[in-house]
């Protein structure tokens, strides 16, 4: 969200931006707050912080926090197409952040690489619990 606010306000207040014309002024002010809020919608429910605990994970959110048994994890997808990638968790029960869970992993700022290993990992720690094995 600040970058959006730095564009505008140096988009606002620079000489080339004022002599535009104004219809094209508002449409890229427009583009502008439609790409904020998108990017608002999108991490709005991500979860503040993820603690790798071994065999389950702590979740925190919003000053909410929960333990998740990685056994409990239904699905992990992970969302690639954005930048940076989101891993989103499906849980098998509903608990204080709800049924599913979004994260973006710590250093994947700038590329989809760290995304992909860490959703990779926990695929496969998720589907060696399913199995009996341990984490």
Known sequence: MPLFAAVLTIAALS???QAVPPQI??????VC???AALTFVGTW????EVIDAGDRLRLRRRGTEATVP???IEKISIRSWSNPSRIELRLRK???????VMFIPRGNL???LVGNRVYLDLCER????RRGGAA
């Open 45 to 48: 429910n991500a979860a503040d």
């Open 126 to 129: 998720v589907e060696r619990t």
């Open 110 to 112: 700038f590329g989809r």
């Open 33 to 35: 707050i439609v790409a």
């Open 15 to 17: 000489d080339w931006f």
């Open 94 to 100: 509903s608990g204080g952040l709800g049924d599913r």
């Open 70 to 72: 990685l056994a409990d």
């Open 25 to 30: 002024r508002v449409l890229f002010l427009g």
